[in-house]
């Protein structure tokens, strides 16, 4: 069994792969990022009980983690558990991933997972959408990450604008009636619905001008990908497990 565990600014998602390549539970926490080693021990046992898993089972284990002061603890803890050194994201791990960067360590460990998820799934060119504490756009052609559009997130512009403008309220992300408010709150719906949706589809035009073609897939994955995808103009396939996949195709080539 291998473990695969992203730890993101938002949120930590764990998944279970068996040895058919199957996940066997895909869970989804909170990120503390203030975490102690054995915290982490308990929480993914607690983990591995809600889902009624053993632990004693899991032979190998990779993590991808952008949060660097929790790093440590998790693959402390994941070691306290199995016995058994987790395979870190990071400088040496291969992905069979071609990167056009200036310096590749800038590239997010949670990019470079979905990325190699996303060119063994579907055809290119394509480009993965990750709605997370950031939005990021990924243009992939065959095995070669080609580039990435990074612009604030869902979440994170709705606190910043509710934070800035004290008399707008904190709401729920969810579709207003109509696209123009007749109250604060419905407008402010509007604006982070419609609003994000028109980005991503205007970000996607200028993708296919700049490659000068058509896409042949636009993939979404992240927390908050459906509340807002769900109103693009543009066919977007949404794979809320790309980013484990992807970390389960890393493992086996590292493991090979």
């Known amino acids: 069994m291998v473990l695969a565990i992203d730890v993101g600014n938002s949120s930590t998602t764990i998944g ?3 040895e058919r390549g199957h996940k066997t539970f895909h869970s989804v926490l909170g990120t503390d990022k203030g975490s102690t080693r054995d915290q982490c021990a308990v929480r993914l046992m607690d983990v591995f009980h809600l ?11 990779v993590i991808s983690s952008v949060v660097p002061p929790i790093t440590s ?8 558990l199995t016995g058994r050194r987790p395979i870190l994201m990071g400088p040496g791990v291969k992905t069979g991933l071609n990167i056009r960067s200036e310096i590749h360590a800038q590239l997010g460990t949670d990019i470079v997972a979905f990325s190699v998820a ?10 993965v959408i990750d709605m997370g504490t950031a ?6 052609r065959g095995n070669i990450y080609d580039g990435c559009i990074i612009m604030p997130g869902v979440r994170v512009s709705l606190e910043a604008l509710s934070q800035e403008a004290a008399a707008l309220p904190h709401i729920a992300i969810q579709p207003p009636d109509s696209i123009l408010g007749r109250n604060t709150v419905d407008a402010m719906r509007s604006g982070v619905i419609y609003g994000n949706a028109s980005m991503v589809d205007g970000m996607l ?6 490659i000068g073609g058509k896409l042949a897939t636009v993939v979404a994955t992240g927390a908050a990908s459906p509340e ?14 790309l980013l484990l996949d992807g970390l389960y195709l890393i493992y086996q080539k590292n493991t090979a």
Not at 73 to 80: H, N
């Open 73 to 80: 603890a998790m693959c402390s803890a994941v070691e306290l």
């Open 228 to 241: 807002v995808l769900h109103h693009c103009r543009h066919k977007i396939h949404y794979d809320a497990d």
């Open 205 to 210: 035009d200028r993708i296919e001008d700049e």
């Open 16 to 18: 279970l792969f068996d």
């Open 118 to 127: 996303a060119i063994a799934k579907y055809p290119s060119p394509l480009v």
């Open 135 to 140: 939005i990021t756009m990924s243009l992939l």
């Open 51 to 61: 889902y009624r898993a053993d632990i004693s089972t899991v032979t190998g284990t």
